[in-house]
Each structure stands twice: as C-alpha cells, then as structure tokens.
C-alpha cells in the first residue's frame, strides 16, 4: 500500500485531497491522509466580519469530516514538525509518520519585518482565534471606555491603528468602522463618535497598491470621507504597549493595534532545502515539485512556482492561487504514479475584490473597473457563492439579512476583569455621565 499525504485543511490542502481522493478512488493500493492541526476549512476572506461582529464565527468554518462526506480519505487532527525529505517522513506531536508521496500545503504566518516589538504588541490576524481575540478586545475596551471619566483617556482606548493598507487592512479597519460608529457609537451612552480613532498605516505613498489607481483613489476618498485617517510614507519602526513607532520620529499612541503589513511562509516550509523566495516560500518547478524531491509538491501560500524559463512567477498569495496549486499538485501527483507527462502551473489573476465596508467596494475584474453598491453587490455575491457548501450559504446569508434589520451582538465572552490600560487610565471608582444625544 502506497501512501499520500497532505499537509494542511486550507485552500489548497483542501483542495488537493479532494482531486486526489477523485482521482485514486478506483486505485485502492493507495491510502490517503490528511493532516491538520484545525479540524476545519477556514474562509478568511469574511474573517474581518467577525472582528466587527457580523457574522458568526461557525458560520464560515466547516468541519473537515463534513467536506469529507462519504470519500475515503483519512484525517488526522495532528501538529507537524519537521518534514524529513530525505527519509519520507514526517515528525508530526503523535510521532512520525511515513509517505510515498507528499503535498505541502501549510500556509503562511505573519511577517513582522523584524519591527522590534512588533509580535508582543500587535494583534496578529491571520486566524478564526485572532479575529475573536481582536472582536473581544474591541468590545472590552469599549466597555471600559464607556464610563471613562477622563475625556483623553477614552478617546485613548478608542483608538484603533492597522499597520498594513493591503486588502485585509482595508476591509478589517472599514468593518471596524462601521461596527464602532453605526453600533457602538449609537448604544453605549458614554461613546460618542467623536471619540473613537480609527487609523491605517502604510509605508509607501498609497493603500490597495496593485489595484487600478481609479479604484485605488476611490478607495483613499471614500476611506477619508468614512472618518478614517490614513498615515501614508509612514513605515513602523517600532512597537510598544499602547502605541507605534513611525519613521523612528512620532509615535502614535493606541490601545489596539492590528498588524497586517505582510506575510511569510510558514516555518517549517523555510526550513525546507532548496531555494526559497524573499518571503520565505518554497522555489518549485513549474509542476509544483521541490528539486531533487519530485515525489514532493508545495501548494499555496508555501509555494512560489517557476514557470517553464525557470523563472519565479509571481503570483500573489491568495485563495485563488491556492486552490489551482491543490488541483495542480494532485493531478501531477497521478500523473507521476501512472507514468503520464505532468501539467504546468500558470498564474492567471482572477482580478480583485475589496469590500469598504456598508454598500461600497472596489472590483477589478477581466479588464473591468467597479465601485459603489453594485460592486458590493457584487462582492457579496462572491464571497457567498465561494463559501464551501449551501449550510454555510446559507448562515452567512441569514447573518447578512439579520444585520439590515437588527443590531450586531455585541455580547463579550469573557468576564469583567482589571484592564492595566483602563486602571491606568481613569479613576475607576467614578462613573461618566453619559453623552447626550438626540437619539439612543
Ligand atoms: C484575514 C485574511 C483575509 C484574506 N482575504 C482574502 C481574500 O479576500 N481573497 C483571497 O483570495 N485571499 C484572502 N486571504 C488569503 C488566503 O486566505 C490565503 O492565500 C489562503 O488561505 C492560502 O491557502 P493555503 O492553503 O496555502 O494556506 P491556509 O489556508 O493558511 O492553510 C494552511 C493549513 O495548514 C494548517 N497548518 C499550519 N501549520 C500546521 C502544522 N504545523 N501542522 C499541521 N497543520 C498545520 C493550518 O491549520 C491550515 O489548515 C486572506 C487571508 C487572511 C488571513
């Protein structure tokens, strides 16, 4: 009996399993395994829905064994340590484990840049646990901060900075917005907008660089027009609690701070031998396999193809990249056990799709530009149909349907406890009177 293993329940782990499953089902000499140490397939494009709570956090992950569904692979919940290429073996917490054939597909983590401080006082935003961690942070300092009685101290705890304008940054800090300023500011008494500070900070003269400047400009406009600052030219330097770094000149003094400037491979991928790009990511040949290893493929977010001059293609690290590495790497994976010629990865954009919060976003697709409410229109339609299956369609839909007509939950999972920052802050013994407003 041969055995396939695939490491990783992403896009593309997913993704190969599935094709391999299909195509070794009639081939019962071989076994296939799955490995993952999240028992689900994470859809990261909505995760900035659930830091602003709009959608709930089950309802864009999807059980494993649910995908799985009557086919015959194995899955094993398990942490991987090292691959050891030269022996076909992987060192996984439960002990190690043997393959024939191997697929790669392990994702990437954050990359900090080395910023001194940076990983001890940002929050990362990279997974299902840091989108909840970052919502409850939100809504305990908004607790705190809602019976502050130090005017300065308040606008402090609700001040919100995102270090990276990429698209995660953008629709994170855009969902924050909305959230802060059509819920919070509406039903905590003691919030007003006024007081909350949401800032976005980029290194170069521009956010969304890649996207068309028209939809790029738009997306500056509409950004500033939403009471978002963005500080441009402005590169990190250095993190410490509360605040940043800039330029080494200012700071900027935050309560919360979320980093996503950028991203590398994951570790254990750059431990691998071979080549491996600036970020980290395996070199593989244009059929996805690591030199000297063909019986080894890397998909994904680990992987950076070469197309048929050898040269890196520079294909960026998204879902869509993703998934055609997994159909790539599995095909090719039966191609070489049936002794067939093997099929050539190629980048194709897919285009791009940037929500900037209520009923705008920024669409660049087959040579068209969109903004406006078709193009969130049409970026919910997109995002819904590319969720995994009709359950989750479905819970997300309701979510969205929900949130036009009832307020967001603003519930806080965890109990109240001392907070350094608001005991620092204010006198805790006295209660803020509330903000008058017209409407409550
Ligand atoms: C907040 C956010 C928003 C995004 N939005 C978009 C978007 O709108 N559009 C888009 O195209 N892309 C988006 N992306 C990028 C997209 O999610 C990635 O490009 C894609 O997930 C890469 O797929 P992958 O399979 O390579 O890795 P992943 O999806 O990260 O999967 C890696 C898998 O490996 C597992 N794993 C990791 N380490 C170990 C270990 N040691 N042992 C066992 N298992 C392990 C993980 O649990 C996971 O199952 C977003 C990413 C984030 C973080």
Redesign the pocket.
């Given at each position: 009996m041969k055995r396939i293993v695939v490491?990783?329940?992403?896009?593309?782990?997913?993704?190969a399993v599935i094709d391999l499953e299909r195509l070794f089902r009639k081939a019962p000499g071989y076994e296939i395994l799955l490995?993952?140490?999240?028992n689900?397939?994470?859809f990261?494009?909505?995760?900035?829905q659930i830091a602003s709570s709009q959608i709930d956090p089950r309802h864009i992950a999807q059980a494993v064994r649910d995908v799985r569904g009557h086919r015959r692979f194995r899955f094993l919940r398990?942490?991987?340590?090292t691959i050891d290429l030269a022996n076909r073996r992987i060192d996984?917490?439960s002990g190690p484990i043997a393959y024939d054939s191997l697929v790669i597909?392990?994702?990437?983590r954050t990359n900090y840049f080395g910023v001194p401080g940076a990983r001890e006082h940002t929050y990362d935003?990279?997974?299902l646990e840091?989108?909840i961690a970052l919502r409850e942070r939100v809504l305990d300092l908004c607790e705190h901060a809602d019976h502050i009685t130090d005017e300065n101290a308040r606008r402090g705890l609700l001040t919100f900075a995102v270090v990276g304008g990429g698209?995660?940054g953008v629709?994170?800090l855009t969902d924050l917005r909305d959230f802060l300023f059509d819920y919070i500011a509406r039903h905590f008494r003691g919030i007003s907008r006024n007081t909350i500070r949401l800032v976005l900070v980029e290194a170069s003269d521009s956010i969304l660089n890649g996207i068309h400047p028209l939809l790029r400009a738009h997306a500056m406009k509409r950004l500033k027009a939403e009471g978002i600052e963005i500080l441009y030219n402005s590169r990190v330097t250095r993190c410490f609690e509360g605040g940043i770094e800039i330029n080494q000149k200012e700071n900027l003094q935050a309560a919360t701070i979320v980093w996503?400037a950028g991203?590398r491979a994951?570790e254990?991928v750059e431990a691998l031998p071979g080549a491996h790009d600036r970020a980290g990511r395996a070199q593989v040949n244009e059929y996805l396999q690591m030199e000297n290893f063909p019986e080894v493929f890397v998909?994904?977010?680990?992987?950076v193809a070469s197309s048929a001059a050898g040269l890196p293609e520079n294909a960026?690290?998204?879902?869509?990249?993703?998934?055609a590495?997994?159909k790539i790497a599995a095909r090719n994976l039966a191609h070489r056990e049936r002794n067939e010629p093997l099929e050539s990865y190629r980048y194709v954009s897919?285009g791009m799709?940037?929500s900037l919060g209520a009923r705008d976003a920024v669409v660049s697709v087959g040579g068209i530009q969109i903004h406006g409410s078709f193009a969130w229109l049409f970026w919910n339609a997109v995002?819904l149909y590319k969720l995994v299956n009709l359950k989750k369609q479905f819970q997300v839909a309701v979510d969205w349907s929900l949130g036009t007509i009832f307020p967001r939950d603003a519930v806080l999972f965890r109990r109240s406890g001392a907070c350094k920052l608001c005991a620092a802050a204010s006198n805790a013994s006295a209660i803020a009177p509330e903000v008058k407003r017209t409407t409550v």
């Open positions: 490491l990783g329940s992403g896009f593309a782990g997913m993704q490995i993952s140490d999240q689900y397939v994470l990261t494009p909505l995760l900035p398990d942490t991987v340590r996984a917490a597909a392990l994702g990437s935003f990279k997974s840091d989108s698209y995660t629709e994170l996503t991203v994951h254990i998909a994904g977010d680990s992987a960026p690290q998204v879902a869509p990249v993703a998934i590495h997994g897919q799709l940037v995002h």
